[in-house]
């Protein structure tokens, strides 16, 4: 519930900051110069990235957790059998140990999510963000019927 609270006031102030930036652009192209037409052209392409990026997270982040809870449904969603140092963090021998069981099952049923929802948690749980999200992305187009890139 935590993270979802952050997640909400992270957006809502983008959102207010896109607004923002969107009317200094608006304004440089009210100005009527070249020069500031120009210039209020390239501020207005900031917003626009920043409004599809986070569209784009958000969504991924809302199929995700609707994996989570079908999963959960199932009763199919991993255990956190990791070990911890004292201070709460996750101890790196047992994330790798529990990341080549995960990558196991990966490997002997390649075509479903399930599998691949579970190896982007270990991935998760090792530290390796950007393979994490990859694996999770995999598992979206697998239980949304789509192709998968290789």
Known sequence: MRAKITYAITAAVLVVYFV???S???MLI????????AFGAAVL???VIGVWFLWKNTQFVRKANQLAAELDAEGGLPVDELKRTPSGRIDRDSADEVFARRKAETED?????RTWFRLAI???DARDTPRARKAMQRAIALHEGRPVQA
């Open 24 to 26: 200094r652009g608006v």
């Open 122 to 124: 270990a991935y998760h």
């Open 30 to 37: 009210e100005t009527g110069t070249p020069i500031t037409i």
């Open 109 to 113: 049923a390649p075509d479903d999510w």
């Open 20 to 22: 923002l930036v969107g």
């Open 45 to 47: 392409v900031l917003p």
